[in-house]
Every structure is written in structure tokens, then in C-alpha cells.
């Protein structure tokens, strides 16, 4: 059974970081690229960040770039979003996604597979 399992969410002020980490299991992800979306309250999934198979390409939403970083550990499986200097619009319900395309995937409708979330809320 496939998995992907979102941590690292919380409660932050702004101005302040928060580091997610999204684990997979259940299929060998190392060829799939990977990407974190988010969901406001009243609001549509949108595109945060993107990784292609390797990590050596990235795509960023256009709200966060310059602050959060992408990143991936294939020996490990896991995938990261660094979130730096936090702002209350990034409070939402950050979720992982990996797409069986290697290359980068920067839509919800490319992707495959979905975790359930973590939320991260910012407090001003």
C-alpha cells in the first residue's frame, strides 16, 4: 500500500520557520517526482513547491518564492519543504504528492499520489 506520511506542522509566529518532512512507503519513489501543494480554509489546492526524481531541478509557486526550499533524500525517501520566513497567508493544510512522472509535476491533476496533510498555522 503506497503512503505518503506529511510531519513537521504546527503553530509558528511570523517571520518564523517550520520544516516539513513527507515519508513514503509502499512503492519505490526514487524515479517519481515529487511536489507540496496547500489548502486554505475556503480556498483551492494550490502549487507550493516541486522536486524532479533527482533534486536536481525545482519549481516554486509564485507566493513563496525566495522563502521555502525544496529538497529530497532518496536513500531515505522522504521529502522535505524548508519554510522560512512564515507569513498568516501560509496558514493552510500543507500536503505531499508524488506523480509516477520523473520529471517536475506542478499540478494537482499530475500527481498520483497524496498524503493527508499537516497543518500549519501563523500567527501575526
Known amino acids: 500500500q503506497v503512503q505518503l506520511v506529511e510531519s513537521g506542522g504546527g503553530l509558528v509566529q511570523a517571520g518564523g520557520s517550520l520544516r516539513l518532512s513527507c515519508a513514503a512507503s509502499?512503492?519505490?519513489?526514487?524515479?517519481?517526482?515529487m511536489a507540496w501543494f496547500r489548502q486554505a480554509p475556503g480556498k483551492e489546492r494550490e502549487f507550493v513547491a516541486a522536486?524532479?526524481?533527482?533534486?536536481?531541478?525545482?519549481a516554486y509557486g509564485d507566493s513563496v518564492k525566495g522563502r521555502f526550499t525544496i529538497s529530497r533524500d532518496n536513500a531515505k525517501m522522504t521529502v522535505f519543504l524548508q519554510m522560512n520566513s512564515l507569513k498568516p497567508d501560509d496558514t493552510a493544510v500543507y500536503y505531499c504528492?508524488?506523480?509516477?512522472?520523473?520529471?517536475?509535476?506542478?499540478?494537482?491533476?499530475?500527481?498520483?499520489?497524496w498524503g493527508k496533510g499537516t497543518l500549519v498555522t501563523v500567527s501575526s
Open positions: 504528492a508524488a506523480s509516477r512522472l520523473p520529471r517536475l509535476v506542478t499540478t494537482t491533476d499530475g500527481m498520483n499520489y
Open positions: 522536486v524532479n526524481w533527482s533534486g536536481g531541478s525545482t
Open positions: 509502499g512503492r519505490t519513489f526514487s524515479n517519481d517526482a
